[in-house]
């Protein structure tokens, strides 16, 4: 073999393994949002189970505020359907789209409730009803924690697959941007 046969099966040996590196880096970040979407999601379950329960505690005493009760009870089903969806393909933007909208129309049907159950002092001094508030405040701030690893994780794979050269590999091996949260 003359020298420009050795140098071209050395770069071509350096490109491919340099190929092989980025598509595992990538996989590996992608992958790190998958671990903190199973996090996230954890976090979301509970919330819904203590959401049903407190529901369940309030809203035969409140029959008034029956509205305030059919929201909720509306977006936590929006909020897991879109869970639903997006735990196949958490770095997907579309289900993670919706998991935004739902969250935040949860999270706004969830307000409504804690302002009416802080105007009803007489529920809040139950104790169940009261754990239950507790409970719920403190899930939604391992939700706020989990919701921001997950967020770091999306930025560190957004910004890995945007680098030159890997950008250029990331379209051939079929990587497209996530969406955060």
Known sequence: MTMWQWVSVAAAAL????????YNRLMSLRNAIGDAFVQL??????RSDVCDRLLAAVAP??????ATFDALANA????????????GKPWSPDPIGSLAVASA?????????????????ELRSETEIDALVSELKLIERQRAFSRQVFNQAVAQYNE??????????ANLYGFGEARSL
């Open 15 to 22: 490109l491919f393994f340099w190929g092989v590196g980025a």
């Open 41 to 46: 999601d954890a976090h979301l379950r509970d």
């Open 61 to 66: 005493r409140l029959s008034s505020e029956q």
């Open 76 to 87: 936590q089903t929006e909020s897991q359907n879109a869970a639903q969806a997006a735990r």
């Open 105 to 121: 129309l949860h999270a706004a049907a969830l307000t409504r409730l804690s302002s009416l159950l802080d105007h009803q002092p």
């Open 160 to 169: 890995a697959l945007h680098q030159f050269p890997t950008r250029v590999l």
